[in-house]
Structure formats: structure tokens, C-alpha cells
């Protein structure tokens, strides 16, 4: 099948892609709150590093194969990170230096998650930067070699307050290391229609680069890359957050035991607040229209409906339709909307323009989204609100030079 974000000039990929990787980052700041008023904090950073460990590896060698830079070693690894929605550039303004194939150091001077939550409290930077880092960082290395290992250098709590960079981290690969042992949860999130969807190969012959073989670069220019490496880049960032959706549904849904009616709710929340904030980054980033128009355009190349592989939406002038699909299958964020839910739907047509609504026909799986102009404007859904308490909904990208990084 077609990708949908194949109708997009290059142009418009190479901004599309890294906002993708962005809004991937945020379905932790619209989970994870939902988390904590129902579990608590500490079951809240199980339920982190349970998510991460059970998607990460799988998404990460899904990205290797589609751009041509498998391998074992530092290199690979820094690259996976590059096209990570748990490390969005600029956001996570990683900085990396190689000093062999086996060595190697990042920092990051720039840390949105950080700045995030830092204002709630030591407890909450030392859950996320020491409870789930640990072993979600090594989880994502994994997928390139098991015997790789990410130690601290220096790490937030910040002392002094102002400490930049934000975090230091050596990585080493060395025979010595024991083996990293997979989380319970891969082995069951590999089973899913998401984690084997296929995707259409790019193209060698298209104009622009067609894989990110070679050096590893101190920024991804995203605009040298050919439209179809960028299509491809983009089904798989959406793949990606779907994996990672699918992984906190399982962790959540531990927590939740036999009350379906409370994860099933967690979910919708997290769609929900996710769902605004992405179509509001998305329609500013491609300079779509407003109105029911740029609405449709929006759901489009949302990554609620994508890649096309794996959801099964038509879109007309003001209309989505959805039919039972792979994503149902699995429980993803498409089988939490529909006719009896329709905020996630709302949230969507409402970041255009608070004027629009939408109505929903038909049944929990094969239903119909009709997107139309009210006369009163609909104020911003809570969940929505709570995304925004993140720096990552109003972030802004700047230019960067890409350089190739040299072993030291």
C-alpha cells in the first residue's frame, strides 16, 4: 500500500520528520500523568521503563534495515539515537564523540525532558534520569549489540542548578560485558501486527540520499535525504510511536488488572492529549490551510491514521473513514476512537480551529469522522492542557550544520 506521506513534497518531509520524532517524545508527557493520579509515581516509572524496553529494540533495528546501517558497534548505536522518538533532535540535543568502533561519549546540552520535570521536584528528575535511564538505555543498545553498556558520566539532580551539559554518558562495548537480557514485554510486543508491518523499500534511484550509511553526523540534515528515504523515515517514526503505544498499554494494563474500563480510559486520555498536540505541530509545520480543509489534511499525515500498511483510512473533502485494519487488531490508538469515543477526533480537529467538530457513524471498527463548522468554539480538552505543560508543544526547531564526526 501507499504511503500516505507520499502525496508530501520533499520539502514538506523534511519538516515533517523530525516534528514526528518530537510528538513520539510526547506520548510520555500525556501517558504518564494519567499514570500517576491512578498508580502512583513509582508505578509510574515501572510503567516507563517497561514501555521503552518493550518497543525500543524492535523499532530500532526496523530503522537499521531501512537505512542501511546495521552494525555492532558505537557508531550504530549513535545513529539509532538520531532517529529515536525517546531522543527528538534538538529537543534531546544529543552531542556524540566516537573514539573507535567500540568506545565512545554523548552529552546532551540540551534537555527538554529535563526542563520538564525539574520544576516537580528532585524525586521525579531522579526517577527519570537514574530509575528509568539505566535500563532503558541499554535496552536501545540491544538492538545494535548486547554486550554494549551506558554509564553516567554526570547526571541531574543538576549541582549547581544551571550545570550544563545537562548529562554526560560513556558507551563501551567490550566481549567482557555480560549480555543485556530482553524485557518479558519485547517478546510480546514482537508478536504484534505493528512490530512486522512491512513498508515499501526506498527507491536507490530517487533523487538525494537514500540511506544513512557511511559517517555518523553531528545533526541529520533530514533535507538531503531523497523523498522516498523520507516517506520511509516517516511510516517508521509513526510505527515507532505505535510500538511504544502498544508497550504502555501492556504495562498499563498490568497495572489496571481486571478493571478494562480504567486502562482503556488511561489510553483514550493519553491519545487525547497526544492527538491535539500533534495536529497542532503537524498543520504549522506543513503551513497547511485552516478551516474543515486543513482539518482532513491534518488527520491525514497524522500519526493516528499512519503509515497506510498498518491503518486503514480514506480520506474525502470533509470525511475520514476507517475500516478494520491491522492497528484494531492490535488494540493502537485507532481502536480507542469511533463513534462512542470521539474526543481523540475532536482534539485533532480542534488544534485547526476551535469552530470544528466532528460527528462519527457506524460501527467500533468500519466508521465514518464527518468534520464541520460549528458556531461556538470549543474550549482546549483538559487532556490536551496537560500535554502542554511540556517545553516539547511549543519547541522550536533551528537550523543545523551536519558534519561528519571522525574517530578521535
Known amino acids: 500500500m501507499t504511503s500516505r506521506y507520499a502525496a508530501l513534497s520533499r520539502e514538506q518531509l523534511a519538516a515533517l520528520v523530525p516534528e514526528l520524532l518530537l510528538i513520539g517524545q510526547l506520548i510520555d508527557r500525556s501517558g504518564m500523568a494519567w499514570c500517576i493520579s491512578n498508580f502512583g509515581r513509582e508505578e509510574m516509572l515501572q510503567i516507563a521503563i517497561e514501555e521503552w524496553m518493550g518497543a525500543s529494540p524492535i523499532y530500532t533495528k526496523r530503522m537499521q534495515k531501512a537505512l542501511k546501517y546495521e552494525g555492532t558497534d558505537v557508531v550504530t548505536i549513535f545513529k539509532g539515537l538520531q532517529l529515536d522518538i ?43 534520569c537514574h530509575d528509568i535511564e539505566d535500563p532503558t538505555f541499554d535496552a536501545t543498545a540491544v538492538a545494535t549489540n548486547r554486550r554494549a553498556q551506558i554509564r553516567p558520566i554526570h547526571r541531574p539532580p543538576r549541582l549547581p542548578a544551571d550545570r550544563h551539559p545537562h548529562c554526560a554518558w560513556t558507551v563501551i562495548i567490550d566481549d567482557s560485558y555480560p549480555e543485556i537480557a530482553d524485557h518479558p514485554a519485547l517478546e ?119 503509515p497506510a500498511a498498518y491503518v486503514d483510512a480514506a480520506f474525502g473533502p470533509d470525511t475520514v473513514t476507517v475500516r478494520r485494519s491491522p492497528a484494531h487488531d492490535d488494540g493502537a490508538w485507532i481502536a480507542l476512537t469511533g463513534p462512542a469515543e470521539r474526543r481523540p477526533l475532536q482534539a485533532c480537529v480542534q488544534a485547526v480551529d476551535p469552530h470544528l467538530d466532528v460527528e462519527v457513524t457506524g460501527t ?25 505543560f511540556s517545553g516539547g508543544s511549543t519547541f522550536e526547531f533551528g537550523d543545523r550544520k551536519s558534519l561528519p564526526l571522525t574517530v578521535v
Open 86 to 128: 525517546g531522543a527528538p533532535p534538538q529537543f534531546m540535543d544529543f552531542r556524540y564523540t566516537v573514539h573507535d568502533r567500540w568506545h565512545g561519549e554523548f552529552h546532551l546540552d540540551h534537555c527538554g525532558a529535563l526542563l520538564d520535570v525539574e520544576p516537580m521536584g528532585e524525586d521525579y528528575v531522579r526517577g527519570m
Open 188 to 306: 510480546v510486543i514482537a508478536r504484534t501486527r505493528a512490530a512486522r508491518t512491512d513498508l515499501d523499500p526506498i527507491d536507490p534511484a530517487d533523487d538525494g540520499r537514500g540511506d544513512y550509511s557511511g559517517p555518523l553526523l553531528s545533526d541529520v540534515d533530514f533535507g538531503v535525504f531523497s523523498h522516498s528515504a523520507l516517506v520511509r523515515m516517516a511510516d517508521e517514526v509513526c510505527l515507532q510511536m505505535h510500538l511504544l503505544n502498544l508497550s504502555f498499554v501492556l504495562a498499563v494494563g498490568a497495572r489496571a488488572g481486571t478493571d478494562a474500563e480504567l486502562a482503556r480510559e488511561i489510553g483514550v486520555k493519553q491519545l487525547t492529549g497526544l492527538a491535539g498536540v500533534a495536529a497542532e505541530r503537524i498543520h504549522a509545520a506543513l503551513g497547511l490551510p485552516g478551516g474543515v480543509e486543513g482539518a482532513v489534511a491534518t488527520l491525514q499525515v497524522h500519526p493516528l491514521f499512519n
Open 364 to 388: 467500533e471498527t468500519d466508521w465514518t469522522a464527518h468534520v464541520a463548522v460549528t458556531d461556538t468554539a470549543a474550549e482546549e480538552l483538559s487532556e490536551v492542557s496537560v500535554v502542554k
